[in-house]
């Protein structure tokens, strides 16, 4: 029988076509096995192909980008700031072989004039990439783009308000990336099932998401702080990560909405 969940929805859809970039709020998305559509499909990466992230460019967290699957935008956000990049994305360029932590997958280099602006924004030289091929999840049995492991970030909207009574000064549930918040799971309910309804399409919750220094990042400003983490820390520390939402994988597809409808049908 499944676990009652009364009132649960979905109250935030985001997709992140940029990896390390700000997301973009959807009212609906398309599930796909690799996650919400167009989500991590672009990618910066070093000469030698490792991907830049706000881990070492906090500046990152500024932009701003959006993907209509035939142009990429990027604004960035804050004074002064520089012109938007607009960009048709290239099919035909050359593959390159690039690594996500320690994970080799294949991107297509989308050109100089890309790479010059990015190059020149971060103040590091890089180029622009677009995910091609196929690459598996570690666990459970999905797919994925450029995200760090799995396709999606599921979070309860009272794990935040939880964390939120513990800090002097809130945070926004920006700073930890997710593609779907859920509203009526409880604080970390989402830690305590293993499959959810979501709508019309089945979602399984794989690997609880260890954080690390991306969540101290405002991701208005690129400012770096020392919370949340080191609140979390003291509460969340588990199996030597520290733990913040849940790594899931789709296990069917479909349209997502903002007030679907959650229905727990297994728990842990």
Request: proline share 7%; with cysteine.
């Amino acid at each position: 029988m499944p676990a009652s969940s009364p009132g649960a929805v979905v109250t935030e859809l985001n997709v992140y076509p940029l990896k390390s970039g700000g997301g973009t709020a959807l009212r609906t998305a398309e599930l796909l096995p690799a996650g919400l559509r167009h989500d991590r499909e672009f990618m910066l990466v070093t000469p030698e192909g490792r991907f830049l992230s706000q881990r070492d460019y906090a500046r990152m967290a500024v932009l701003r980008p959006s993907y209509d699957g035939e142009v990429l935008t990027v604004e960035v956000a804050g004074p002064g700031a520089a012109a938007p990049f607009v960009h048709k994305a290239v099919d035909d360029g050359p593959v390159l072989e690039v690594v996500v932590h320690r994970s080799e997958c294949r991107g297509t280099d989308q050109g100089d004039e890309a790479a010059a602006w990015f190059s020149a924004l971060l103040d590091t030289d890089c180029r622009l990439v677009r995910f091609t091929g196929h690459r598996p999840t570690s666990r459970g049995g999905g797919e994925v783009a450029f995200a760090d492991g799995y396709p999606l970030l599921v979070i309860s909207a009272e794990s935040l308000a939880d964390l939120n009574g513990r800090l002097e000064e809130p945070v926004p549930m920006n700073r930890f990336r997710p593609s779907l918040v859920i509203e009526g799971l409880g604080p970390y309910g989402e830690d305590r099932v293993r499959l959810l309804r979501v709508g019309g399409t089945l979602i399984e919750m794989v690997k609880s998401c260890a954080r690390c220094l991306v969540v101290t990042t405002d991701q208005d400003t690129g400012e770096r702080g020392r919370e949340p983490l080191r609140t979390l820390a003291g509460y969340r520390t588990i199996d030597r990560g520290i733990r913040f939402g849940q790594n899931a994988v789709p296990r069917t597809t479909g349209t997502l909405a903002v007030g679907d409808p959650v229905e727990i049908v297994e728990a842990r």
